[in-house]
């Protein structure tokens, strides 16, 4: 140990030196504050960039003739986007039951559901949105809303809501089972049939690179890369994406919950798939390669983590040679 030491005799001189503890010090704090204002940035990175990401997305969707209903005459869906417009319409009776491709199946709930629904509805949403669905002061009007929408808000447990004066209803546990929700979706459907339906992603020939482009490109700024999710402004925040089902992803994207935009004519149901196979393949089962994942935040700030970590052992060795000096 002592040869060791001497072998560092030069170093010793200059980590001895008056200025070390001050330096080592100054060096500390900085990296540390650097650490602290990069971590900070890519937080702030993700609020501002939401709405500013979002407005992006609006545009394009009002330029794709979706989602502005002050325009008079909007130029029509292109097919395969979510409508009823598309390659495949199953028909049962005389009535629409399904629509889709081979990438996504839109299905309405039967009709046998609607009383079953119209039932829950009066026990569990009434309070609410009143009887006949159509909102009070304390929640929106349903009616016109399309069986995803009905089917998405339920599922993900933010409906039936706890607080209805909240900013924003949040995911917890089901109230209601599948079954329930799509009995629901059937009666409020009922009242002014309306779309989309409820999306069965099929994932079979899914294009994963495609799908991590698509998110980059139109999720990625509120949700983060990682799928971890981030504040947007006003106390909203855009929520993990650990917990969506393939099912709950698809009306996501289609439906346009909350503060997040619909995105409809501007992706394909293939793009669609792509994106809620992404979503739960890759976002919700992460290969780690190995080490800590830090709770995931990214390759830039785990490196200043193990910067800061490695500045401070340093000093912690500058002081122990300048103390045996
Ligand atoms: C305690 C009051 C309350 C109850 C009970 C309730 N809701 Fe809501 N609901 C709200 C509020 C408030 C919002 C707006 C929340 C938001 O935007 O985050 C809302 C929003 C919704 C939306 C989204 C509307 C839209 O335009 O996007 C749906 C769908 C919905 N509720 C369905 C239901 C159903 C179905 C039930 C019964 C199972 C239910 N709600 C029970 C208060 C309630
Ligand atoms: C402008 C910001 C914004 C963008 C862009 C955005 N989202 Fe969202 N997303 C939100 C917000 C806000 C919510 C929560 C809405 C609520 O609960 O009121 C949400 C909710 C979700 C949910 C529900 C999660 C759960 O577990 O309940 C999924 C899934 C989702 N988004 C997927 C996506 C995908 C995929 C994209 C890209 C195609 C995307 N989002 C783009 C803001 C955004």
């Known amino acids: 140990m002592t040869r060791l030491l001497r072998g560092l005799h030069p170093l010793r001189r200059v980590l001895t030196g008056r200025f070390v503890v001050p ?81 996504i199946l839109y299905e309405y709930p039967p009709q046998s559901y609607i009383p079953a629904g119209q039932a829950l509805f009066e026990t569990f949403c009434s309070s609410c949105h009143g009887t006949d669905a159509s909102g009070t002061s304390r929640a929106p009007n349903l009616v016109g809303l399309g069986p995803a929408t009905v089917d998405f808000w339920v599922t993900t447990g933010r409906m039936p809501a706890e607080n209805p004066n909240a900013v924003q209803a949040p995911r917890k546990p089901a109230k209601l089972t599948d079954k329930q929700a799509l009995e629901i979706a059937a009666w409020v459907n009922s009242l002014d049939p309306s779309e989309p339906a409820i999306p069965h992603v099929n994932l079979k020939h899914a294009n994963l690179s495609d799908g991590f482009n698509l998110f980059s490109l139109n999720c990625a700024a509120c949700h983060t890369i990682t799928g971890a999710g981030d504040a947007l402004a006003y106390g909203t925040y855009a929520p993990s994406l650990r917990s969506a089902t393939p099912t709950q992803v698809a009306e996501a994207i289609r439906t346009g919950p909350g503060n997040m935009p619909r995105f409809t004519g501007n992706l394909t149901d293939k793009q669609v798939r792509d994106l809620v196979a992404y979503v739960t393949e890759k976002i919700q089962h992460p290969s780690n390669p190995g080490g800590f994942a830090l709770g995931g935040v990214g390759p830039v700030a785990e490196g200043f983590v193990a910067l800061l970590f490695g500045v401070g052992v340093l000093t912690l060795v500058a002081y122990w040679i300048g103390e045996r000096a």
């Not at 602290?36 to 960039?49: E, H, K, R, Y």
């Not at 545009?59 to 390659?87: C, R």
Request: no cysteine.
């Open 23 to 103: 330096v080592a010090l100054s060096a500390l704090v900085g990296t540390g504050a650097l650490t602290f204002v990069l971590l900070d940035g890519q937080a702030q990175g993700g609020a501002s960039g939401g709405p500013g990401g979002a407005n992006g997305i609006l545009v394009a969707l009002d330029q794709a003739g979706t989602g502005a209903p002050q325009n008079p005459t909007p130029p029509k869906q292109p097919k395969n986007t979510g409508t009823s417009n598309a390659s495949v319409r199953i028909y049962r009776h005389g009535r629409l039951v399904a629509y889709g491709n081979s990438a």
